[in-house]
């Protein structure tokens, strides 16, 4: 095959996919703009946050695979992709150690006020007093939204640190994935209103889908109880900045977030934005699957994508 990588991707993997017959040419400064007229004349495209158009799907005439190398499809036009016989994979699961870690630092580094100490210390300012007063975790209620691969390690490396675990019942659950709740004590409740009344911290881990759009919202924010921590290493689509800014002091929130509503497309950017400029909100930059070994197993997987497809079958296929 013919194959594209438009997004920063493994040397490794590309070796790999270049010693088992399939030519490969590395184009990570790609764009949204740029991506439909470079990918003429190929067979597979390989993308991380590139956004893959309709346009750019109906620019190439060879093009058949297209691998998310990470779990969400958001940025890629399914419907499209189906309507052009391209088929859609992804890797699921390989980043949620990495995303599961960035989690628990969010909620330590809020706990503990860890940025703000450190911020005083670099001023020349000792401020024991003012950070001596952190709530401390064990016992503390932590609400999962999204019990899949990342919020059950979320809830495992929560239940180290002895905070009790809650979600919300489902049908359809396999025995595995019940079997690691109940390894874990997790507590089940009927529905997203009397989770948010129950817990102290909330873990967002859902995928963003017009179900999940905005589900921190104006209505929800009302069963938050005053102090609750909010976390969202999930998408930016799923919480609703606005409604959270109007209630943020008021309800003494505080947000740990790693994803925004409009982020930068690029790795380096100006980017100005009222709910991460908050005091209250701490914020990373959308590097919740950023660690050597989340991308390593990632590219391992993406290159099991290809060679699965180039001989006849389908792995991890996304349906739009």
């Not at 470079?38 to 109906?58: C, P, W």
């Not at 889908?209 to 005053?226: D, K, Q």
């Not at 380096?268 to 990373?284: E, I, K, M, Q």
Request: with cysteine; net charge negative.
């Amino acid at each position: 095959m013919r194959i594209l990588v438009a997004d920063r991707f493994s040397d490794a993997a590309m070796a790999q996919l270049r010693s088992d017959g399939h030519e490969v040419e590395y184009a990570p400064d790609l764009d949204e703009a740029t991506l439909g007229s470079a990918l003429a004349g190929f067979d597979g495209l390989v993308v991380r946050s590139t956004r893959v158009t309709e346009a750019a799907i109906e620019a190439s005439e060879t093009l058949q695979l297209v691998v998310r190398a990470g779990a969400g499809t958001n940025t890629i036009d399914l419907v499209a992709a189906a309507g052009n016989s391209v088929v859609v994979c992804n890797t699921p699961g390989k980043n949620a150690d990495a995303v599961a870690e960035l989690t628990m630092g969010l909620i330590l580094a809020i706990d503990r006020n860890i940025p703000d100490n450190v911020a005083d210390l670099r001023e020349g300012v000792w401020n024991k007093k003012t950070y001596s007063q952190a709530r401390g975790l064990k016992g503390r209620r932590l609400g999962i939204v999204g019990f899949g691969e990342i919020g059950s390690e979320v809830a495992k490396r929560a239940a180290a640190f002895g905070l009790a675990i809650f979600t919300v019942d489902r049908s359809g659950r396999s025995e595995a994935a019940l079997e690691r709740m109940a390894q874990l004590d997790v507590t089940t409740v009927a529905n997203l209103e009397e989770l948010f009344a129950a817990v102290d911290i909330i873990s967002l881990h859902v995928p963003s889908a017009p179900v999940t759009s905005g589900i921190i919202g104006r209505e929800l924010l009302a069963y938050v109880n005053p102090g609750t921590v909010i976390i969202n290493t999930s998408r930016g689509e799923v919480v609703d900045e606005a409604a959270v800014l109007e209630v943020i002091d008021e309800k003494d929130l505080r947000i740990g977030t790693d994803v925004f509503l409009a982020e930068p497309a690029a790795g380096s950017n100006v980017f100005d934005s009222a709910f991460a400029r908050h005091p209250r909100v701490y914020g990373t930059h959308h590097i919740g699957a950023s660690t050597e070994q989340s991308q390593q197993a990632v590219a391992d997987e993406v290159v099991a994508v290809i060679e699965s497809f180039a001989s006849g079958n389908v792995r991890n296929q996304v349906l739009g």
